[in-house]
């Protein structure tokens, strides 16, 4: 870490949550800077306890957005993570865009093979999730018709009684309920949308 402050600025803004705000890092073309809004809330440093346990436990970071350190910014302390691009060099968008926008079916079927994907990687490895939501995962491009789903916020446990933090027994059936719900939310959501709903219903059905 250098001693000067890195500069963010609107012109590298990215995006904004309930919880923090999103920068391009200005010297890293291949990484974002988040702050959060309230830093008393901790809401990163708490996620990233949650990082270095599944670190720890040997699971690989790549459906889940690497995490690289801190950095000081002339907005406050600021969280470094890895900024997903397309093959094309284009910032990743979320799910959600593709949802509302695509209309070529081979694409959007593999966005829900990305979700499937990242589903079944979250219940096998454990891995806890506060909630499940579009805009909080990531559709990276690798190629025109094939990539993958990556989630980048919502990490963590917000049970009262974290039990599933310790008995991997619950923690899979808490990730499944965390994404049944989603899925049952957008089914509801895009009822009048049949290229969407039958898609959220299939991976609703999926064995995980
Ligand atoms: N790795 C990333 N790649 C691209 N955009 C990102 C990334 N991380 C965050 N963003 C953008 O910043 C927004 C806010 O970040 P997020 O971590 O979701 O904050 P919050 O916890 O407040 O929801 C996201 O909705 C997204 O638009
Ligand atoms: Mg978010």
Redesign the pocket.
Known sequence: MGSEALVVDESLF?????????YRHPEDASK?I?ID?NEKRK?TPKELKYYQRYARKGVRFDLI?PYFGEVITNEGKGYV????RDYNGE??K?VRYYLKTCRNDEVLDDVFKGMLKLKRFMVSHGIMTTLVEH??M?YQRITPHNGKV?F???IGNNQFFPSANYLQMHAKRVIRRKWFKFEQRLMKWNRDKPHIYERFKALNEART
Not at 81 to 84: I, T, V
């Open positions: 990215l995006g904004k949550g309930s919880k923090r705000i999103c974002c988040k809004l809401i957005a993570f890895s900024l997903a910032i990743s979320d805009h909080n990531i990556i980048i916020d919502g």
